[in-house]
């Protein structure tokens, strides 16, 4: 195992450790495994530039789990490729346990699966690919041969160890970038889009994966998906992008309690008139009906000022019974959407730097 980054950084600038400035450099790179600082990455140039990262401001801690959310084009392969130095911002800072992320020490710690499985190589086939990733972190074939083994059965490659990449399908390339960068045993695992393309059952296997990967093993993993399963699965905490900017960081858990306290589905006894209905619409305008397959339901999300009690009330007043109340719970999916699209009070997320969430 190489010597820890942030124990070299210190050390490396020849200053006294105890110093206030060494000891802060210490504290920041123990504290974040990643921490990225007003990322700034333009593509092109003139009237053609494309600001595709625009004052980014996050840090991971070691072990943390965090989901990197946005639309097509928000920016998160952008911030994953400079993490992961294949790419250098235009201004700001990435850093690895306080390294900087174009130090090509970085790439010790740093195991990426990138859009398109384009981190293995197509002409080896699934066995060289892992042999070669092994390798490159040190470790022996006789040492790496069980890991790589128990790496293919899980992803489901065995009977396709010996085919070269190129001859494989798009889930299965996709299933070995994921085993070639698990092979490596890094501390940081980058993961943009890593269950694209893959079936059902591998999908759950991977989300279970990456669990045990940060839980058990106390890795440090920056996911990025547009498969909402996965992150709510998988992520405590999201980082929300959108056209280059923090709109949101926050842990999952909190995201969904803002709207879960709001929106209610109400099952009645009966069927709901036209008269009755135009009633509840007059105070609740965003109730929606769903028709169930013995009597309706309502889904009201109450505004500021409104109780459940008035919602009752109504529904008493036109003689409508009700069976069953209960509180809606909401989806990553819709929070996300909400978000982006600055609904609910959503505001762009106080930058945090240097901190350990
Ligand atoms: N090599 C490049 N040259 C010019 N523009 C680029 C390049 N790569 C990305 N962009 C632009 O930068 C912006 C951010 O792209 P990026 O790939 O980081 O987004 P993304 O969040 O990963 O999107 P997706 O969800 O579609 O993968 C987009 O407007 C994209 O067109
Ligand atoms: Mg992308």
Redesign the pocket.
């Known amino acids: 195992m190489p010597e820890p980054l942030f124990r070299y950084n210190w050390a490396e600038g020849g200053t006294d450790p105890c110093e206030p400035a060494a000891a802060e450099r210490t504290l920041t790179a123990v504290m974040n495994a990643l921490r990225v600082q007003e990322l700034v990455k333009l593509?092109?140039r003139g009237e053609k530039t494309?600001r595709?990262v625009d004052g980014v401001s996050f840090s991971v801690a070691p072990g943390e789990l965090v989901g990197l959310l946005?639309?097509?084009?928000?920016?998160?392969?952008?911030i994953i490729k400079i993490i992961c130095g294949l790419l250098l911002p235009t201004s700001g800072e990435a850093e690895v346990y306080g390294v900087s992320a174009a130090d090509k020490r970085v790439a010790r710690y740093v195991a990426a699966v990138l859009?398109g499985s384009r981190n293995v190589y197509w002409r080896l086939s699934v066995e060289e690919n892992l042999r070669f990733f092994a390798g490159l972190v040190g470790q022996s074939p006789r040492a790496a041969r069980a890991h790589i083994q128990e790496l293919v059965s899980l992803m489901g490659l065995t009977e396709k160890r010996r085919t070269v990449a190129n001859k494989l399908s798009q889930g299965m390339k996709q299933k070995l970038a994921i085993a070639c960068a698990l092979v490596r045993n890094t501390s940081v695992l980058l993961l943009d889009?890593p269950t694209l393309g893959l079936d059902v059952e591998t999908s759950y296997d991977v989300r279970g994966l990456i669990r045990e990967l940060a839980e058990r093993e106390g890795r440090t993993v920056l996911l990025?998906s547009?498969d909402m399963g996965v992150v709510e699965a998988v992520c405590r905490r999201v980082i929300i992008?959108s056209q280059g900017e923090v709109v949101t960081d926050d842990q999952v858990a909190s995201l969904l309690s803002v709207f879960r306290t709001r929106a209610l589905r109400v099952a009645l006894s009966g069927g709901l008139d036209d008269q009755a209905l135009g009633r509840v619409k007059e105070e609740f305008p965003g109730v929606r009906v769903s028709e169930g397959s013995e009597s309706p339901s309502l889904e009201v999300e109450l505004e500021v000022g409104q109780t459940l009690y008035q919602l009752i009330d109504v529904l008493r007043t036109c003689g409508v019974g009700v069976e069953e109340i209960a509180r809606v719970e909401p989806r990553l999916e819709e929070v996300f959407l909400r978000v982006v699209r600055g609904e609910n009070g959503a505001s762009k997320a106080e930058p945090r730097t240097g901190t350990v969430s």
């Open positions: 593509y092109g494309v595709a946005g639309a097509n084009g928000a920016g998160k392969t952008t859009e889009e990025s547009h992008i």
